[in-house]
């Protein structure tokens, strides 16, 4: 069965840090984009920042300079760590991992809940 297990979301004031954890099973973890994801209250789910095998990555223009996506082979995790929180980053927070060779293959954490308080 193939699992994305999050974890590291939370309550942090305005300007704090947060570290998320992405732990992946069941998929070959070398073959697959990981990215992040987050959705807030009424709006759509946006693209925050995705990591490739090879450690190329990219980031949403709102977080660039603030957030480091990462990823370590050896314990198949992706890392979102988060730097200078702003009230607008509260959103739940979902990891995704995905790969195009010989086919298609999506999946998606369950979530979770980050809120930057003022």
């Known amino acids: 069965q193939v699992q994305l297990v999050e974890s590291g979301g939370g309550l942090v004031e305005a300007g704090g840090s947060l570290r998320l954890s992405c732990a992946a099973s069941g998929i070959i973890f070398g073959r697959y984009v990981m990215g992040w994801y987050r959705q807030a209250p009424g709006k759509q789910r946006e693209l925050v920042a995705a990591?490739?095998?090879?450690?190329?990555?990219n980031y949403a223009d709102s977080v660039k300079g603030r957030f480091t996506i990462s990823r370590d082979s050896s314990k198949a995790t992706a890392y979102l760590q988060m730097k200078s929180l702003e009230p607008e980053d509260t959103a739940v927070y979902y990891c995704n991992a995905r790969q195009f060779l010989g086919g298609l293959s999506n999946y998606w954490g369950q979530g979770t809940q980050v809120t930057v308080s003022s």
């Open positions: 990591i490739t095998s090879d450690s190329t990555s």
